[in-house]
């Protein structure tokens, strides 16, 4: 993403899922987290696309439209968002919030 931080890894997992083409995952995942504040610079050979969405966004979308997402970040999710709240300390947001958003 054209910028380098400190990781940390927050917690990881295990999962078994079946995804398309009567495939079956089944992966040890690790979540890492890095905190950074500055101009965000991808290489277009390697990224083609990236989105920053505050987390109530996500977890309406995950609900709404949850064919837009892998199944490992599916089961991460609430992992990341309670890490997320208990690490900033932050609440979670109102129901006008998560109903105030628009489908895109």
């Known amino acids: 993403m054209g910028f380098g931080v400190k990781l940390h890894e927050i917690f990881s997992f295990t999962y078994h ?3 398309e083409n009567d495939l079956i995952e089944h992966e040890f995942d690790h979540v890492f987290a890095g905190e950074y504040e500055g ?14 969405k ?12 949850p064919e837009k997402f892998t199944s490992w970040f599916k089961i991460a999710f ?3 968002e309670q890490w997320w709240k208990e690490r900033y300390k932050v609440e979670a947001p ?6 105030g958003l628009q489908k895109e």
């Open 17 to 19: 899922a079946k995804v």
């Open 39 to 52: 101009e965000i610079r991808p290489d277009r050979n390697e990224v083609g696309d990236y989105v920053y």
């Open 94 to 99: 109102t129901s006008s919030q998560i109903s």
């Open 54 to 65: 505050e987390l109530f966004e996500i977890e309406k979308e995950i609900k709404d439209q």
């Open 78 to 80: 609430p992992k990341i």
